[in-house]
């Protein structure tokens, strides 16, 4: 067997792609049932996608494929009408297949159970358009076995007048049988080039069993035919022989005495043939199920050796980008060498010069490497609405989803981190938010609502917005719902209140559908947004409708930082957490009970004194700063002795040892070439609050 | 210096493999091309022994790149390339000239044995 280990990310890329364009086009179709386009569209992903599968060995894939695809071809020859029941089912045989694809990933072993199901109903759809037709004819399908024969089971006399008259002539006659190989897949076809080659030097007679039979591939491996030509047996030889995939050939001048002697012995053991016939065709089936578990495990352990490159994460990138990355790392080279030369020259104008340029390229090419590692958000949006439509069914409700933005760029971390809180965020949408088409109408809303999610980015952040029309937050309901789950409300206003659905174990749903309220509430949307650096907003107004907007950092390996200095070490704190920093006297942070606390604003805030924390020698000589930082909508003061400045910094990864100790985020490199820490401040902070 | 076979399939994943095949059998690659149209432009550029040809291809198909290639060149050698389900499809493209075909998923002795008939 070939090593396909090399092949496999690419399968997985383009399995991936492939299975997403049937995704859209389907969608697609169901809105568009006739277009031809589409369908043919639709047929070729779905081929590549098999030829893919069957070439890697994946066997249950390509079985699953292959069905599905029949269903297409029925849609292309006009035997089914396309509707929602089909369209259904398709998507129902993609998501198996994506499943079937993960599974691949993982190096899990795939079992025909995974999709019987599925077969089940491809093959009911199937036999609905074949009818009785194609059961009646595959026991038909003989099996050829014992040595190939080129005596002629039924030649009629009009056939043996025409031989002899071309025999007369300075044609010759011969007398041909053919065994194709037993492997062999599409045999019709190869039956077809076979007598067309034959055709271009002479005539074919007669064939057994028949042309028709022949061209559909309806016979087991051999064939027999007649043929007249004014060539010589050597070049009939040769033209037959110049097919690939034939097993066995006898190429004999035609003999009739042969032939009635045969006849009579065929007319004789009809009956033992029958016979034969029967055992052997129960044997194979025996013998294919014996060699499949063999075959699987073979399998298993081919793909142990290929483990270690399993998750190998690729991303595509756009070949100018790579060709600008060329050329500006070609630039560094010249520059490069100019600093040596300027400096074995000891020309200080001449090296501050090259520096400059030097410099210069490294921030573009810093600029440019995070391009690369961007990702369109289209990679998540793009199997939204495939999901609304589905939810849509699912509810009984009539909304279209509107996606805008769709090129917008964001760090292929956070990119791939994205789709979870999204469909989080969508099915709320469409279960709380979008109300039934009567009450719609009722409410002099269109029926169907509009849930638009749009991406853009502003500055160094991408914005991703989710709104729907449907009917808003209602306070009063919160409220209630609050109060019945012991939440306190007194004295919220109607903002604060409508917040509550940021509450842990916060579900607004009456009944819990398998939609949305599961128990996860916005709150886990929340924590991995910020765990992504970024923020969650709302914007709700009763009967109009409700709007999310997620904030994200563009990048997540580049992150403005304020640089301080505890006792004698540098620390890192991630800007987007600090909210101002305050100088403060030692006498201004006021022992409580059981901890200490900083009057900021109108409140009381925790102050954690970080040279405790990180167990540093403090400075006693040095003023002290409090850097306030928000998180959850809290302040905390975190203390430090010092303020270096303000830095954009490169996040390195520590390591994972270092990582569980949970106060660090990673650590940058200075332009000196010392290490700082970067504080995670979430999980300091988070850390205090589980002491209050 | 083997032959030289052009490449033509709109999946890069099934290049890949059958450039495999084809190199480690001694035969060259001439180019690649993922569709007809491509396919047409580099045979005339690169002028391959053979050709292997995909049937289902976006915009021009693997049957009309044959016949356009077939016409500019009538001794053109073209091995059609498709998976099982295709039988019109292949008997279209043999009646249009194609000297042989294989059948997905690929067994390299196949293809090396149909490559191999198809330049003797």
């Known amino acids: ?692 | 210096m083997g032959k030289k076979v052009l490449i033509v399939d709109d999946a890069v994943f099934m290049r890949m493999k059958l450039k495999d095949i084809l190199s480690k059998n001694g035969y060259e690659v001439a180019d690649e091309a993922q569709n007809g149209q491509e396919a047409f432009e580099k045979y005339q550029a690169t002028q391959p022994d053979l050709v292997t040809m995909d049937i289902t291809m976006p915009e021009v198909d693997g049957i009309q790149a044959l016949k356009m290639i077939r016409e500019a060149d009538a001794n053109a050698k073209v091995i059609m390339c498709s998976a099982m389900g295709q039988q019109g499809m292949v008997m279209d493209a043999i009646r249009a000239g194609a000297v042989d075909f294989i059948v997905k998923p690929f067994d390299t002795d196949r293809v090396i044995k149909a490559i191999d008939k198809a330049l003797s």
């Open chain 1, 1 to 692: 067997m070939d090593d396909n280990s090399v092949y496999r990310s690419l399968f997985f890329e383009e399995s991936d792609d492939n299975l997403q364009q049937l995704n859209d086009n389907v969608l697609e179709l169901e809105s568009e049932p006739d277009n031809m386009d589409l369908v043919n569209e639709i047929f070729r992903a779905a081929h590549t996608l098999k030829g893919m599968a069957a070439t890697m060995g994946y066997d249950v894939m390509t079985k699953l494929t292959h069905k599905m695809e029949n269903l297409f071809d029925f849609f292309k020859s006009g035997k089914l009408k396309v509707n929602s029941d089909y369209i259904s089912l398709i998507f129902r045989c993609l998501d198996r297949l994506s499943q079937l694809v993960e599974d691949l990933r993982d190096e899990k072993e795939l079992s025909q159970d995974q999709i019987s199901d599925l077969l089940e109903e491809l093959e009911k759809v199937e036999e609905s358009v074949n009818g009785s037709d194609q059961a009646a004819k595959t026991p038909e399908e003989e099996q050829d076995t014992g040595a190939l024969t080129n005596v002629f089971e039924h030649l009629e006399e009009a056939d043996l007048d025409v031989i002899h008259q071309a025999i007369t002539g300075d044609y010759k006659a011969y007398s041909i049988a053919i065994r194709i190989d037993k492997e062999s897949l599409l045999k019709g076809p190869r039956v077809f080039l076979i007598m067309e080659k034959l055709e271009q030097e002479g005539d074919v007679l007669h064939t057994e069993p028949s042309v028709d039979i022949l061209e559909d591939g309806d016979f087991d491996t051999d064939f027999r035919l007649v043929y007249l030509t004014r060539d010589d047996l050597d070049m009939v030889k040769h033209n037959v022989e110049s097919n690939s995939e034939i097993d066995e050939i006898i190429v004999e001048p035609f003999d009739e005495e042969k032939q009635q002697a045969g006849e009579k012995q065929q007319a004789e053991a009809p009956k033992t043939v029958e016979k034969q016939k029967a055992q052997q065709k129960q044997t194979p089936v025996k013998a294919a199920a014996k060699a499949k578990p063999k075959t699987t495990k073979n399998n298993k352990t081919s793909a142990a050796h290929q483990h270690a490159n399993a998750r190998n994460q690729s991303i595509r990138v756009d070949l100018t980008r790579l060709d600008r990355f060329l050329n500006l790392v070609s630039e560094l080279v010249v520059y490069r060498n100019q600093l040596d030369d300027a400096s074995m020259r000891n020309n200080a104008d001449a090296m501050r010069d090259a520096l400059e340029q030097v410099s210069r390229l490294t921030s573009e090419l810093q600029d440019l490497v995070l391009k690369i590692r961007m990702q369109q958000v289209s990679v998540v949006f793009s199997r939204f609405p495939r999901m609304v439509r589905d939810l849509a069914k699912e509810l009984n409700k009539e909304m279209e989803l509107v996606v805008e933005g769709e090129e917008t760029e964001l760090d292929k971390t956070v990119v791939s981190e994205l789709s979870e809180p999204l469909i989080h965020l969508l099915r709320n949408s469409s279960d709380h938010g979008i109300e039934a088409p009567d009450i719609r109408e009722k409410e002099g809303k269109d029926r169907k609502g509009t849930i638009k999610l749009s991406a853009y980015q502003e500055g160094n952040r991408v914005i991703i917005t989710l709104e729907d029309d449907g009917k808003g937050l209602d306070p009063a309901v919160i409220k209630e719902s609050a109060e019945s789950k012991g939440i306190n409300t007194e004295g919220m206003s109607d903002d604060e209140i409508k917040k509550l659905i940021f509450h842990p174990g916060f579900s607004t749903a009456k009944e819990i559908t398998n939609i949305s309220g599961r128990g996860v509430g916005l709150d886990a949307v929340q924590a991995k947004i910020s765990e992504l650096g970024g923020s969650l907003e709302m914007k709700s107004e009763l009967h109009v409708g409700t709007k999310f907007i997620i904030k994200l950092p563009l990048t997540l390996s580049i992150i403005q930082a304020l640089m301080v200095r505890i006792g004698n070490e540098s620390f890192a704190v991630p800007l987007d957490v600090v909210e101002r920093v305050v100088m403060l006297k030692e006498n201004e942070i006021v022992k409580t009970t059981n901890q200490e606390v900083y009057r900021f604003q109108e409140g009381l805030i925790p102050i954690i004194r970080t040279d405790r924390l990180l167990q540093i020698e403090p400075d006693p000589n040095k003023k002290k700063f409090a850097i306030i930082v928000k998180i959850d909508q809290k302040y905390y003061g975190i203390l430090a002795d010092e303020l270096i400045g303000q830095q954009e910094i490169v996040i390195k990864k520590i390591d994972p040892m270092l990582q569980k100790i949970n106060k660090y985020q990673g650590a940058t490199i200075f332009g000196n070439g010392s290490i700082a820490l970067i504080l995670d401040v979430n999980a300091i902070c988070n850390e205090k609050k589980g002491t209050e």
